[in-house]
């Protein structure tokens, strides 16, 4: 039984490649090449500007305060908190894990 099986998905996979292969259309796809780019391809490309507009509806997840553009760092800057967050491909990335700490506040210093 072990060997009908066997010899039957042999042949019935070799008719379907066979098949397969003939058909023009395949072919003619086949035939069709498209560019493949890869990341050595990619150039250091300018990072897209960060729209200010959006600082009109955007504001600290956590906080829920106004942020400041800093365009040196590429950072939605909070104040109050002293956390940035990243601007990447002109997107601002507003998950406070992912935010920076810019300065500590004075109650978290150790009193001597």
Same mark, same amino acid.
């Given at each position: 039984?072990?060997? &009908?099986?066997? %010899? !039957?998905? =042999? ?6 490649? !066979? $098949?397969?292969? $003939?058909?023009? #259309?395949?072919?003619?796809? @086949?035939?069709? %090449? @498209? ?6 391809? /990619?150039?250091?490309?300018?990072? +897209? ?6 600082? *009109?509806? #955007? /504001?600290?997840? =956590? %906080?829920?305060? +106004?942020? !400041?553009? *800093? +365009?040196?760092? $590429? ?8 956390? @940035? ?7 601002? &990335?507003?998950?406070?894990?992912? @935010?920076? =700490?810019? !300065?500590?506040?004075? %109650?978290?210093? +150790?009193?001597?």
């Amino acid at each position: 039984m072990f060997k &009908n099986v066997l %010899s !039957r998905l =042999l042949t019935e996979t070799f008719f379907v490649e !066979r $098949n397969v292969r $003939n058909t023009p #259309l395949l072919r003619r796809v @086949a035939a069709v %090449s @498209a560019p493949v780019r890869s990341f050595t391809d /990619v150039k250091d490309e300018a990072q +897209p500007p960060f729209d200010t507009a959006l600082l *009109e509806v #955007l /504001v600290c997840p =956590l %906080s829920k305060k +106004p942020l !400041r553009y *800093e +365009p040196k760092t $590429n950072e939605l800057i909070n104040e109050e908190l002293g956390i @940035a967050y990243p601007v990447i491909d002109g997107i601002p &990335n507003m998950i406070p894990q992912e @935010a920076r =700490l810019i !300065r500590k506040d004075a %109650s978290d210093t +150790p009193a001597q």
